[in-house]
Nanobody, 126 residues
Framework: DVQLQASGGGLVQAGGSLRLSCAAS????????IGWFRQAPGKEREGVSC????????YYADSVKGRFTFSSDNAKNTVYLQMNNLKPEDTAVYYC???????????????????WGQGTQVTVSS
């Protein structure tokens, strides 16, 4: 079974930084696209930083471009999201999500991926 465990959230002041981690297990890491989406109270899920399951390219939400950076350590089956210059509107529960690569039926938006784990809360105070 696909298992994804996100960690690293917390409370930070505006302008601060956090680094989220996601440990993946139960699947062949190289065969899956992985990304981060978030969900704030009363709002829909938003893909933040995604590896497309269609073409393997990286996609960032416009609201986080230049501030968030996705990276991965394939040896550790772990992906990261470095978040800098955080803003109050970044407050949400952050999830990592995964889907197998599928050029015909995949998605650029990891908020649509079929597997995700327990999220981690990020709260940015003004």
């Amino acid at each position: 079974d696909v298992q994804l465990q996100a960690s690293g959230g917390g409370l930070v002041q505006a302008g601060g930084s956090l680094r989220l981690s996601c440990a993946a297990s139960g699947f062949t890491f190289d065969d899956y696209a992985i990304g981060w989406f978030r969900q704030a109270p009363g709002k829909e899920r938003e893909g933040v930083s995604c590896i497309s399951s269609v073409d393997g390219n990286s996609y960032y939400a416009d609201s986080v471009k230049g501030r968030f950076t996705f990276s991965s350590d394939n040896a550790k089956n772990t992906v990261y999201l470095q978040m800098n210059n955080l803003k109050p509107e970044d407050t949400a529960v952050y999830y990592c999500a995964a889907d197998p690569f599928d050029p015909w039926g995949g998605s650029h938006n990891c908020a649509d991926f079929g597997s995700w784990g327990q999220g981690t809360q990020v709260t940015v105070s003004s």
